[in-house]
């Protein structure tokens, strides 16, 4: 032990023996992590404090940062469009009511109930009328990718100077992430505008009366200007990194400089680029004598005018003189390559796949699929998150609130506990090889690997509307003597191709 200790070590060891044997305890842990150790080659930075902490500092200027991007850099646009096209959708995230009997087995007539007063309440869901039900997710998950969070009150029943437009009463107030302040705390039970028990477990949220940038004069903190909802008619959908974090934080937060500045390089390469395409000449000259004019009078200089003009020749050229031309070598050849660098770390960092942020579809079939496949893995946690917290407690809202108005009717025949099961139908992953993909599907169902309604449901579609739309058709062909081909093959590729992607239903409670 004394091998180790330096003269400090040995002065402090005459007086305090164990502060001297923990120094030296301590020096050998940090010989074995050197990152610990910050040096002039690292600088070793840290993120002290917790989660809430380094939120309520950046929390705010992230999510603005964000926003910033999103309005002017295409590229940025173009992340969230393909976040948002993933997680829920073109047609939102799809639910097939799956009420069920004592026999366990899907009672269909009151499902068919359900899927009626779903429809009707689709076209006004929320307050302003302003959206459908497919928008309204789509808005609130752009939101929640964007800003790191949004905020969605459940206004149920009568309610004084609303309408709610649908038979059953129920609409959705979508508010952002502004009207519930950072900056309003109370510790220990307030924290960022969230009213949390000694568990950590919200039990409130306090949101602004009108939006702080609403008024010229801006918006005090203060409780006489805010409103205090329960936690029950709040659905809170935010992006957490941390153990109790409360507030959410932008899915750009650790891309946002990367992006600001390939903003930034590529302004200046457009730039550049215009300089260039403006082009411009000298005249060179064989010594300094040349650069004498001659005069054509005894006052005045000589004027020459030489004009750029579609397959001119220069033929008043002095001897010696010649004619050269600016090239800025724009735009420049590490363009790209340095773009799509930023773009493939770009794309890592928010979890999205690098051909569909770059628009570039070049690579093998094996390739192209396993990128889709690795990156479908966040795209999929995505939408279960977005399902969980937000549209699963909607539509459970819905039925509760269509039961008590009297809207629905639950049968007698059907479990208590069943009235709300659903299967949620997420998007699906995309298809790279069409016919690769079908004969996997057929292959599938042929081997009772995956039944027929797994695969509607993979694909985004609804079994219960399929069966019906295939019936009506073949019914058709039938009244105008189309013969049908009901035996579909399935095609063996001259070369073995990947088997299609399965994606993983999401059922929040149960299924066939």
């Not at 773009?339 to 493939?344: E, G, I, Q």
Request: proline share 6%.
């Amino acid at each position: 032990m004394t091998g180790s200790f330096n003269a400090l070590d040995r002065a402090i060891a005459w007086f305090a023996p164990a502060t001297a044997a923990r120094r030296a305890h301590y020096r050998r842990v940090l010989a074995y992590y050197e990152a610990a150790d910050p040096s002039r080659l690292r600088k070793g930075r840290t993120s002290p404090g917790t989660g809430n902490l380094s939120v309520m500092k950046a929390g705010r200027a992230l999510r603005e940062q964000a926003r910033y991007l999103e309005q002017n850099h295409d590229l940025a646009r173009g992340v969230l469009n393909d976040l948002v096209n993933k997680v829920v959708g073109p047609n939102g995230i799809g639910i097939e009511p799956q009420p069920r009997t004592a026999a366990n087995e899907i009672h269909e007539l009151f499902a068919e109930q359900i899927v009626a007063l779903w429809k009707d309440w689709c076209y006004r869901p929320e307050v302003t009328w302003q959206h459908d039900w497919v928008s309204c997710q789509r808005l609130v998950a752009r939101s929640w990718l964007r800003d790191g969070e949004t905020f969605t009150q459940l206004v149920q029943g009568t309610t004084p100077y609303l309408n709610h437009g649908t038979l059953v009463p129920m609409s959705l107030e979508m508010i952002e992430a502004d009207l519930v302040p950072f900056e309003y705390s109370l510790p220990p039970t307030i924290t960022m505008g969230v009213e949390v028990n000694a568990w950590g477990r919200s039990v409130a949220y306090w949101v602004l009366l009108q939006p702080p940038g609403d008024t010229l004069q801006g918006f005090a903190i203060v409780p006489s200007n805010l409103k205090r909802v329960s936690a029950d008619r709040i659905l809170h959908l935010a992006l957490r990194d941390r153990i109790r974090q409360f507030r959410g934080v932008s899915v750009f937060a650790s891309v946002l400089q990367r992006f600001d500045d390939l903003k930034d390089y590529e302004e200046s390469e457009r730039v550049a680029a215009k300089v260039a395409a403006s082009m411009a000449a000298y005249i060179k000259k064989g010594t300094p004598d040349d650069y004498t004019n001659t005069p054509t009078s005894s006052d005045e200089p000589e004027q020459r005018q030489l004009k750029f003009r579609a397959g001119m020749v220069f033929d008043d050229l002095r001897p010696g003189e010649d004619i050269g031309t600016i090239d800025t070598r724009r735009p420049s050849s590490a363009l790209d390559p340095f773009r799509d660098a930023m773009l493939r770390a770009g794309a890592s960092g928010v979890g999205a796949s690098f051909s569909s942020i770059a628009k570039k579809y070049d690579g093998t079939y094996s390739a192209q699929r396993q990128e889709m496949v690795e990156s479908f893995a966040n795209y999929e946690a995505l939408s279960n998150a977005f399902t969980s917290r937000f549209v699963c407690p909607v539509y459970e809202a819905f039925i509760a609130t269509a039961i008590a108005a009297g809207a629905l009717k639950v049968p007698a025949d059907v479990l208590p506990q069943s009235v709300g099961d659903a299967i949620y139908i997420p998007p699906r992953m995309p298809w790279i090889d069409p016919e690769a993909e079908t004969n996997a599907d057929i292959l599938a169902e042929g081997s009772c690997i995956e039944s027929g309604p797994q695969i509607i449901r993979r694909r985004g579609g609804n079994p219960r509307d399929v069966i019906a739309q295939e019936a009506a058709w073949r019914k058709r062909l039938a009244a105008a003597g189309i013969a049908q081909n009901l035996n579909a093959q399935v095609r063996t590729p001259s070369v073995a191709t990947p088997a299609g992607g399965a994606r993983r239903q999401v059922n929040a409670h149960s299924g066939d």
